[in-house]
């Protein structure tokens, strides 16, 4: 703005006059400049380097990979938050994020529990390849997935689902390490009892804290087993805990678990303010969700142009995010479900699905911004970066 124009603005004697006392007579924070950003930067860093210390074999299908800071220095988080990991695989770079699973009240380490998925890029390369000593990359802590004092009763219903326990490991071990006044009432889903992640852990410690409740639900129960049985049902949770007033519920697992729990909680009169919901990746088959357009099958092939420039091929059924990074276009994400909204990018032209509920702004709406890591090609595109 041009001097001559300040000086037009009401008042503009007065201000400049202010600021002359101010400068002589105020306090002056010079040799605090920077100090700020440098704390701030310290508690919510763009990038972490992570050492690779210790690997703990949870399951046939599990591993644990304990994390400590190059620097040694870790930022605090809240339990059920997660870290999103960058790597390499085959000259592709690609991220996914993984909730914390250890307990916030310790600040050596952060945990990470990876659960093989089928033809999971990431996944596969953490549990066949990384080992004792390697380096990672990741985010700092970010998620809202996490209990709230003031919005959250103390008493809570979790209800977990495969790797999806990881959060409500995070948050039972806070509870016991600091013995926070809250109950957990926890029902965990698994197809079998081989395969429950952290089975042994939880069990003590629900003998040991009248607070900590612990339900397996097993769908393929062995000789022996005597517990509850097929899926975690509203008949289920009401045998359980009867009286359902003054609970909040929590929900982490695969997205088929979201599909059957919520009419489930329905069924219970249980209001929706009262869930809380963790993101949990991109559907398996996107072709299978509601809304998706019976003409269109996911072996469909479209081009996308990116810049005005660059082009390629990729299919329907493949999220943008992964189609841009396995042709070496590198994208911001982090939570690579739909929520974070790192990776958004412009909409020029064409047509993309993304699953209902995606939290995308009004505004990025109405300007034709998406999240790359949730939307799928209906028609050829041209998108900028």
Not at 41 to 70: D, F, G
Not at 92 to 120: F, K
Not at 194 to 204: A, G
Not at 269 to 282: A, C, L, P, S
Request: charged fraction near 20%; proline fraction near 5%.
């Amino acid at each position: 703005m041009k001097q001559e124009l300040v000086e037009q603005f009401e008042n503009y004697d007065k201000i400049r006059q202010e600021i002359k006392i101010a400068r002589k007579f105020g306090d002056d924070f010079s040799l605090e400049k920077g100090q700020v950003a440098e704390y701030v930067n310290r508690l919510h860093p763009p990038q972490i380097k992570l050492r690779v210390s210790k690997i703990i074999e949870e399951t046939v299908s599990t591993k644990t990979l304990r994390l400590t800071a190059v620097n040694g220095y870790l930022p605090p988080f809240q339990a059920g938050q997660y870290i999103s990991l960058s790597v390499e695989v085959n000259r592709v770079r690609t991220g996914r994020a993984y909730s914390i699973s250890s307990s916030p009240s310790q600040t050596g380490y952060y945990d990470i529990t990876v659960r093989r998925v089928e033809n999971g890029r990431t996944s596969n390369f953490l549990l066949d390849k990384v080992k004792v000593g390697d380096f990672l990359q990741s985010s700092g802590p970010q998620g809202t997935f996490h209990y709230h004092p003031i919005l959250h009763q103390k008493e809570m219903v979790c209800l977990a689902g495969g790797s999806g326990i990881t959060p409500f490991m995070s948050m039972i071990r806070e509870i016991t390490d600091r013995g926070l006044p809250r109950t957990v009432h926890l029902f965990y889903g698994s197809q079998s009892l081989d395969d429950m992640i952290f089975h042994q852990e939880l069990s003590r410690l629900s003998e040991q804290f009248a607070t900590i409740n612990y339900i397996p639900v097993i769908e393929k129960p062995g000789p022996g087993y005597n517990g509850n049985t097929g899926y975690i049902t509203a008949e289920v949770i009401k045998a359980t805990l009867g009286n359902l007033a003054g609970k909040n519920f929590f929900i982490c697992g695969p997205q088929a678990m979201y599909k059957f729990c919520l009419p489930e909680l329905d069924k219970l009169g249980i209001n929706r303010w009262k869930i809380k919901q963790e993101m949990f990746g991109t559907p398996i088959n996107i072709c299978e969700y509601q809304g998706w357009p019976s003409e269109i099958k996911a072996q469909d092939r479209f081009t996308v142009r990116v810049n005005g420039s660059k082009s390629f091929e990729t299919s329907a059924g493949e999220p943008l995010l992964v189609a841009l990074e396995d042709n070496g276009l590198v994208v911001p994400s982090l939570c690579r479900s739909g929520e974070c909204s790192q990776c958004r990018i412009k909409l020029v032209s064409g047509k993309v699905f993304q699953p209902e509920g995606t939290p995308v702004r009004k505004s990025d709406r109405k300007y034709g911004y998406i999240h790359a890591c949730v939307s799928y090609p209906l028609e050829n595109l041209e998108i900028l970066l």
